[in-house]
């Protein structure tokens, strides 16, 4: 459903994606089986997700406000009217024969997700529509002997953004996946450990007159530039090899790294789109998209402007704070209290290094606001050094507890004693008599050692710019 590029359009290769997103709810879109993901196939369904005959759906409210939510994210046009069709096709995913989807009046046109500093991606619609089942392929899809099909998808609510065809990179695709994604944690309508996102990607290059390939089903912002690239270089290879080039549909094999052929490319007009008429129109009102809004948080996008703005720190910083909704909040907390600048570095490089090296999550670490202000305020003030912070909030990554209280019962401060730490810098270079002369024959290793050895003898609490000092002022 991407809209074709103009006749004039000058760019090498150009992109339009249909994101599938599918929304964190509890029960389906149309009738009330779990969400909940099953390895036990054909747990969750019912005479609804079944499509037996009779069986009436049901519109689930949470959806809608889910969908609107969205809509309102990325600067869409609400629709006041709810209106669902079906999709007719004839595949093994879908037990009915067709899909619930919208089609002729989408919840949302237009609107726009902006990937970098100079460029927004245009969007043409957003809307609402149920998942087929799951298509099971022992092996692979192509050595596959048979299928089997897993209804426990069937029906679970999913939110389709077709953007424009206004990316001209598989690296400007990944980037509109990620921003996407932030956006959709932001207003918490998507679970990434538990949901999925999936993509179709609509690919052409100038040298073929820009007919396009839709490679479908690929998941994950990583994938799609993945996927991309080697659909961009196997048209290229294909053009030069002199083949004639038709619109189709491919599957991407992720396993494999290729796509194949699945079909020549349907038309709109093929799928005989007809208005549902088991689902009456259900109006959008002005007091419920009022009141879906008021739900809505500060979006990354105005937390990136704002960081800079209001305190002063390095747009490279800001996008990574504002990334990660947890980090952003707890971000603005502490630049309350501490020096923001500093906020910033320790929380972008220190605590996103040490979560990912442990592989948690905010959902999965106890430290907070409190904890942060109260290390960075030692930091600030030189009463501890990095190496002891560094510490410090490795072990936070496992328990609470209070920084200013761990420094105090260990005896952490720096040593601030300058005849103390002379003497032990004066030691230092009496046991290590070849690492000296090795410095005053030039060898600066040589020097930074004894800084580590001065550092190791008073276990990482000496300031390093006062045994700088003193090492240099002795060994003179």
Known sequence: ?????????????????????????????????????????????????????????????????????????????????????????????????????????????????????????????????????????????????????????????????????????????????????????????????????????????????????????????????????????????????????VQDTRAWDSEKGVSSRLRTKETEADYGYILDPDLVVTDITDDWVEEVKKDMPELAQDKITKFIEKYKIDRADAEVIAQERELAEMFEKVARKVDPVLAARWMRRELVRVMNYNNKTFEDIPINETHMIELLEMVDKKEITENVAKKIIEKLMVDAFSPRDYVKSLGLRVMSDVSELEDICKKVISENKQAVDEYKAGNEKSFNYLIGQVMKFTKGQAAPGEVHKLLLKLLS
């Open 1 to 245: 459903m991407t809209t074709d590029p103009s006749p004039n359009f000058k760019s090498d290769i150009i992109i339009g994606l249909e994101i599938h997103v599918e929304l964190d709810t509890e029960t389906k879109l149309f009738c009330s089986c779990s969400t909940e993901n099953t390895e036990e196939p054909n747990m969750h369904t019912c005479q609804v997700c079944l499509g037996h005959p009779g069986a009436k759906p049901v519109l689930n409210r949470q959806a809608v406000e889910y969908a609107i939510k969205l809509c309102l994210a990325l600067g869409c046009t609400i629709s006041r009217n709810l209106v669902f069709s079906r999709k007719n096709y004839f595949y093994p995913d879908m037990a009915k024969n067709y899909q619930i989807t919208q089609y002729e009046i989408p919840i949302g046109t237009g609107g726009k997700l902006r990937i970098n500093d100079e460029k927004e991606v245009g969007l043409v619609r957003a809307h609402l529509e149920e998942d087929p089942a799951s298509l099971v392929h022992p092996g692979s899809m192509a050595t596959s002997p048979f299928v089997l099909v897993d209804y426990n998808r069937s029906g679970r609510p999913l939110i389709e953004v077709v953007t424009k065809p206004e990316m001209h990179s598989p690296a400007e695709a990944r980037d509109f996946m990620r921003k996407l994604i932030t956006v959709l944690n932001y207003i918490g309508i998507f679970d990434q450990d538990n949901c999925i996102i999936k993509a179709d990607a609509n690919v052409s290059i100038k040298e073929s007159g820009y007919i396009r390939s839709e490679v479908k089903n690929i998941t994950g912002f990583k994938e799609i530039e993945r996927a991309l690239k080697y659909e961009v270089e196997r048209q290229k290879k294909s053009f030069a090899a002199g083949e004639n080039f």
